[in-house]
C-alpha cells in the first residue's frame, strides 16, 4: 500500500506535463528556449555593482558579516566601480571549512583563507580579461560551510542553482566579448530570470535591449524584478517616517507602480521586490538607527517571500503559469517580426528605388555620351569643311589718283609698304579669326589646341634708277614701278597664304588625332556604363525578387502568428484533455476487479487530489463538471 501511495504522489503532476507537452507541439513561429532536463537555473543579470552577487550569497543563507570580506575577495583585488564578476559564477556551500574554486576545464583550487581566495580571483579575472578563457562554462566557487547560517544551510539544500552573471555594461573592452558569450549561452536556459538595477534607475528596466531579458514584460511569470538601493532615496525615506510607507507590502507595491508607470500594454505583471543589503544597508545601520530599525523586518519580509518564491519554480504550476498569458508575448513577438519583415522590404523598395534612379540617370549618361560622339563627329566635319579666306591682296592708287607731288618713286613705295601692312594685318586678323572659331569647336570637348603660327612673307621693291630725280615725268615709268609693287604684294599674299594653308593641314590632322581619341574615350566609358547598367538591372532584379519573397513571408507569418495566438488560448483544452486520460486511467483502475478495497481508497484520494489540482490551475471548475465529480 505505501508503495502505491508513493508511486501515485510521484505521478501527481505527470498528466499536466503530458498536456503541456501537447500543447508546446503545435506553434508555428514560437520557439521555446531549451532547458537541460532536471535542472533549475536561476539567472541574475543586471548591471555592474547593482548588487547581484551580494544578493545570491544573502539567498544561499551566509552570515550577515561575512557577505562584505567574502565579496571583497571575489573582486580578486580589483576597484571598487567595476564589476566583481568576471565570468558566469556558481556559488555552492562546501563540505568542510575550506574554499574551493572549480574551472570549467576541471581543475581545481583550494584556498584556506579569504586571503587565498582573492588571489586565485585575480589570477581568473587576469586571464579574462588577457582573452585566455574562452570557456563560458560557469566557474564553481563552493563556500566555507562555516560561513552560513546553519539553519539556513539544512533548509536551503535544494537543487535550484543561481547564476551570478557578469554585468551587461562591462568598461574594460577586453572582457565585452567573453561577457556577451556567458549572456548568450545562459540567459535563454534559465528557469527564472531575476533583473537587477537601482531603484533611483527604474526607468531603465523599459529600455533593455538584451535579448530575452527584453521578455520580462512579457512572461512575468519567468522574471523577478529586484531593485536593489531602495532605501537610498531621500523621498521613500521620507515616506517611510511619516508613515505613507508603513510595511514590506506598501513598500512593494510602491516600487512596482513607479516600474509600471514606465511600461505600457502590459496586463500581468512580474513581482517586484524593492530591497537593501550590502554596503548601503551597513551605512544605513550605522547613520539611521531609526530607518534601520523600522525597515529591517521589511527587508527580512520581502527576501523570504522571493525566496519562497524563487522555490516556487520546483513545483509543476510553477510550469503551467510560465506558459499562461503567452498571448502578449506572441502579439509581442509578432509584432517584432513583423516590425522586421516590414524595415526588410521597406530597405529593399528604397534600395530599389535608389536603384531605379541610377539606372535612369545612367541610361541618360549613356544616351548623352552617344550624342557626345555625333557631335564630335559632327564638329571634325565642320572642323573640315572649314577653309581659310584669303584677304585681297591690296590696292596703290595709280597715276591718274595721284596730284603732281604724289608722282613720285618715294611715295610710290610709301604707297607700297603701307599696303604691305595692311596686308599683314589683314592676313593676322583672318589667322586670329581662324583660330579663335576652331578653339571655341575644340574647348565645347575640353580637347588639346594649338593654334597655327602666323608667318607673314615679307617683301621689298627696288625701282630702276633712270631718271635723275625721284619724281616721275612719264606715266609709262610710273606704271613699270606701280606693276612691281602690285606684283610683290601679290608674291606676299600667296606665300602667306601657302604658309598658313599649311599649318592649318597640320593643325587639322592634329584634332583629327585628338577627335579619334575623344570618340575612343567615350566609347570606353559608354562601355563601362553598359556594364555598370547591367550589374544595375541584375540589383534591380534581384531587388524585386527579394520584395516579392517577403511578401511572401508576411503573409505566412500573418497565418503562422494567428495560428500560435490563437493556440496560446487553449493550454486549458490540453490540460483537460490530459486530466480526462488520466481520470480514465483511475476509472479503470476503479472498477477492476485486480484492484483491493485498499488500493481502491487511494485511488479515489488520488482521484479527488488531481481535481482539486485541475480545477486550481486551470482555474475552471469545467474539468470536473465534464467528470460528473
Not at 532536471?38 to 561575512?66: F, S
Amino acid at each position: 500500500m505505501q508503495s502505491l501511495l508513493s508511486k501515485l504522489e510521484k505521478e501527481r503532476w505527470d498528466w499536466t506535463r503530458r498536456g503541456a507537452q501537447e500543447f508546446r507541439k503545435g506553434f508555428l513561429r514560437l520557439k521555446e528556449t531549451g532547458r537541460k532536463k532536471g535542472r533549475v537555473l536561476i539567472g541574475i543579470y543586471g548591471p555592474t555593482q547593482v548588487g547581484k552577487t551580494t544578493l545570491i550569497l544573502k539567498l544561499l543563507g551566509l552570515r550577515e558579516e561575512v557577505i562584505i570580506p567574502f565579496s571583497k575577495a571575489l573582486r580578486g583585488r580589483r576597484r571598487y566601480g567595476n564589476s566583481a564578476t568576471v565570468t558566469s559564477t556558481l556559488y555552492q556551500p562546501s563540505c568542510d571549512d575550506l574554499f574551493y574554486v572549480f574551472r570549467p576545464d576541471g581543475t581545481k583550487e583550494i584556498c584556506s583563507s579569504l586571503e587565498e581566495l582573492e588571489t586565485w580571483m585575480g589570477i581568473i579575472r587576469d586571464e579574462v580579461e588577457r582573452g585566455h578563457v574562452k570557456d563560458t562554462r560557469p566557474l564553481t566557487i563552493q563556500i566555507s560551510k562555516a560561513f552560513f547560517q546553519q539553519d539556513e544551510l539544512v533548509r536551503r539544500k535544494q537543487t535550484i542553482e543561481v547564476l551570478d552573471l557578469p554585468g551587461d555594461d562591462s568598461r574594460e573592452e577586453r572582457e565585452v566579448d567573453h561577457v556577451d558569450r556567458c549572456l548568450e549561452e545562459y540567459l535563454p536556459h534559465c528557469s527564472m530570470c531575476i533583473v537587477m538595477e537601482n531603484a533611483s534607475q527604474v526607468v531603465a528596466l523599459s529600455q533593455i535591449k538584451r535579448e530575452h531579458v527584453s521578455d520580462w514584460m512579457w512572461l512575468p511569470h519567468q522574471f523577478t524584478i529586484v531593485l536593489s538601493k531602495a532605501l537610498s532615496s531621500a523621498s521613500v525615506k521620507d515616506q517611510i517616517r511619516s508613515g505613507k510607507l508603513s510595511s514590506a507590502s506598501e513598500l512593494q507595491g510602491f516600487f512596482s507602480g513607479e516600474l509600471y508607470r514606465h511600461v505600457e500594454g502590459t496586463a500581468a505583471k512580474a513581482k517586484v521586490y524593492p530591497l537593501d543589503f550590502g554596503d548601503t544597508w551597513a551605512q544605513i545601520k550605522q547613520s539611521d538607527p531609526e530607518l534601520y530599525d523600522i525597515a529591517s523586518p521589511w527587508m527580512d519580509e520581502l527576501f523570504l517571500r522571493l525566496a519562497e518564491d524563487l522555490s516556487s519554480i520546483y513545483t509543476p504550476e510553477y510550469e503551467i503559469k510560465a506558459l499562461k498569458n503567452m498571448e502578449s508575448l506572441l502579439q509581442k513577438k509578432k509584432k517584432e517580426n513583423y516590425e522586421r519583415l516590414s524595415a526588410k522590404k521597406n530597405d529593399d523598395k528604397a534600395e530599389l528605388e535608389g536603384l531605379s534612379r541610377s539606372l535612369k540617370a545612367l541610361c541618360i549618361k549613356i544616351e548623352n555620351q552617344t550624342e557626345k560622339i555625333k557631335r564630335v563627329n559632327e564638329v571634325e566635319e565642320m572642323i573640315e569643311g572649314l577653309s581659310f579666306q584669303q584677304p585681297p591682296s591690296g590696292y596703290i592708287p595709280g597715276w591718274t589718283e595721284r596730284s603732281g607731288k604724289e608722282r613720285s618713286a618715294d611715295s610710290l613705295k610709301s604707297d607700297f609698304y603701307y599696303a604691305l601692312g595692311q596686308l599683314e594685318k589683314e592676313y593676322r586678323t583672318a589667322v586670329n579669326l581662324w583660330n579663335l572659331e576652331v578653339h571655341v569647336l575644340m574647348d565645347e570637348y575640353a580637347l588639346p589646341f594649338s593654334p597655327i603660327d602666323f608667318q607673314f612673307a615679307e617683301k621689298t621693291v627696288h625701282f630702276d634708277a633712270d631718271y635723275v630725280i625721284s619724281k616721275y615725268f612719264r606715266q609709262s615709268s610710273f606704271n613699270r614701278d606701280l606693276d612691281s609693287c602690285s606684283d610683290a604684294l601679290e608674291e606676299a599674299s600667296v606665300e602667306t597664304l601657302q604658309k598658313t594653308n599649311r599649318a592649318i593641314k597640320r593643325q587639322k590632322q592634329a584634332m583629327k588625332k585628338s577627335f579619334r581619341q575623344k570618340i575612343s574615350s567615350i566609347e570606353m566609358s559608354i562601355a563601362l556604363l553598359e556594364e555598370s547598367r547591367e550589374t544595375l538591372e541584375r540589383r534591380i532584379e534581384s531587388c524585386e525578387k527579394s520584395i516579392t519573397k517577403i511578401e511572401l513571408a508576411i503573409e505566412k507569418a500573418r497565418i503562422e502568428w494567428e495560428h500560435d495566438i490563437q493556440r496560446s488560448k487553449e493550454l486549458n483544452l490540453y490540460l483537460k484533455a490530459a486530466f480526462v486520460n488520466e481520470i480514465k486511467a483511475i476509472q479503470d483502475k476503479l472498477f477492476s476487479k485486480q484492484t483491493s478495497p485498499l488500493e481502491k481508497w487511494a485511488y479515489h484520494q488520488y482521484w479527488n487530489i488531481i481535481t482539486a489540482d485541475a480545477e486550481r490551475i486551470t482555474e475552471d471548475g469545467s474539468v470536473t463538471s465534464q467528470q460528473g465529480i
